[in-house]
C-alpha cells in the first residue's frame, strides 16, 4: 500500500479554470433535485408516516421471505414490507398505518397473527402514530439543520468566515442532492437515510477542511501567487489522500450494500452517493468558490518575520 497512488504525483488538473462548468452542473442538480422533491416527493418509511412493525423469528429455520410475502400480500392491509435482518431466521414486517384508531391497527396484527400463527416467535410489535411520525419528521429535520449551523460556526472560528460559506454551500448542496436521488428513485426515506445524510454531512466537511488547511497554509507560503493557482495547487496536492479515502470508504459500503442485507440498504445507498457526491462538493465546489470571497493572506507582521517567501520565490515546492 506504501507505493499504491491512485492519484500520481505531482497533478496539475485546473479545477478552478472548470468551476463555470461545475457551478452549472450543480446548479442543475440542485434544481433537479428540488423539482423531484416537489412534484414527486420522497417515499417515507413508517417511521415518517406511521404503521406498524413486527419483528418475529421463524421456528422452522431460515424464514422464506416469499412465502411470507405471499401469506401477508393476500390481507388487505396496503403496503406489506418483510425484510430479514442479523440472522436468517429473523423478519422485520413493516405494514402501512390502518386507517381509523388503534383498534383498526390491531386487527391489523390480530390478521397477521392468524395467518402466521405458531410457525413464528413474536418479539416486538410496534405501533408508530402519526403524532409521533410528525415528531420524528421535525427532529430529524432539526438535526441536519443544527449540524449544518454548528459546522458553520466550526468552519468559520477555525478558518475564516469565507471558509465557513463555502463549507456550508457545499453541504447543502449534499444534503439536497441526497434527498434528490431517494425522491429519483423512490427509495424509502425513514430515520436510517437522516443518520445517513448526517454522516454524509461529516464526511463531507472532513474532506472539505482537508483541502481548506491545505489553502490556508499555501496562503501563509505563497502569498503573491495568484489565488485560483494558488487553490489549484492545494486541491491537487491533497487529491491524492482525497481520493484513497473516497475509494476505501466506497469499497466497504459496497460490501455493506451488497451483503447486509436489505435493513441497511437504503443507508448504505444514502452514504455511497453520499461520499460521491460529498467528494466532489469538497473539491470542484467548496474550493473553487472561495475566487469570489476576498481572503486574507496574513498580516504585514507576518509578511515581515516569514522567511518561506523567500525560500519559495527561489523554486522550493
Not at 181 to 201: D, K, P, Q, R, Y
Not at 207 to 222: M, P
Not at 236 to 257: D, G, H, I, K, P
Not at 275 to 301: H, K, M, N, Q, W
Amino acid at each position: 500500500m506504501k507505493h499504491l497512488h491512485l492519484v500520481p504525483a505531482g497533478t496539475t488538473i485546473d479545477f478552478v479554470g472548470k468551476k463555470i462548468m461545475f457551478f452549472a452542473f450543480s446548479v442543475v442538480l440542485i434544481l433537479a433535485s428540488l423539482g423531484l422533491f416537489g412534484t414527486k416527493g420522497l417515499n417515507y418509511g413508517i417511521d415518517f408516516k406511521g404503521g406498524i412493525m413486527m419483528e418475529v423469528r421463524t421456528k422452522s429455520g431460515p424464514a422464506d421471505i416469499g412465502q411470507l410475502r405471499d401469506q401477508l400480500g393476500g390481507l388487505g392491509l396496503g403496503e406489506v414490507s418483510i425484510q430479514e435482518f442479523g440472522e436468517p431466521e429473523e423478519v422485520l414486517i413493516r405494514i402501512q398505518r390502518q386507517e381509523g384508531d388503534e383498534k383498526a391497527q390491531q386487527r391489523a396484527v390480530l390478521a397477521v397473527k392468524d395467518v402466521l400463527k405458531d410457525s413464528v416467535e413474536y418479539r416486538r410489535t410496534e405501533f408508530v402514530g402519526p403524532k409521533v411520525s410528525e415528531e420524528l419528521f421535525m427532529d430529524g429535520v432539526m438535526a441536519v439543520s443544527f449540524a449544518i449551523a454548528a459546522i458553520l460556526v466550526y468552519i468559520w472560528f477555525r478558518f475564516e468566515w469565507q471558509f465557513g460559506m463555502g463549507a456550508v454551500i457545499a453541504l447543502i448542496h449534499d444534503v439536497i442532492s441526497t434527498i434528490g436521488i431517494f425522491a429519483l428513485l423512490g427509495m424509502e426515506f425513514n430515520l436510517s437515510t437522516v443518520a445517513a445524510i448526517l454522516t454524509i454531512a461529516g464526511y463531507s466537511i472532513n474532506d472539505t477542511v482537508v483541502v481548506y488547511d491545505r489553502v490556508r497554509e499555501n496562503l501563509r507560503k505563497y502569498k503573491k501567487m495568484e489565488l485560483p493557482e494558488l487553490l489549484n495547487k492545494s486541491v491537487n496536492e491533497t487529491l491524492s489522500r482525497t481520493v484513497m479515502t473516497s475509494v476505501t470508504t466506497l469499497l466497504a459500503l459496497l460490501a455493506l450494500y451488497i451483503l447486509g442485507g436489505e435493513v441497511i440498504r437504503g443507508f448504505s445507498f444514502a452514504m455511497i452517493w453520499g461520499i460521491l457526491i460529498g467528494t466532489y462538493s469538497s473539491i470542484c465546489l467548496a474550493v473553487p468558490i472561495l475566487t469570489y470571497f476576498a481572503i486574507r493572506r496574513g498580516d504585514e507582521e507576518e509578511d515581515e518575520n516569514s522567511e518561506i517567501e523567500k525560500v519559495e520565490g527561489e523554486g522550493t515546492a
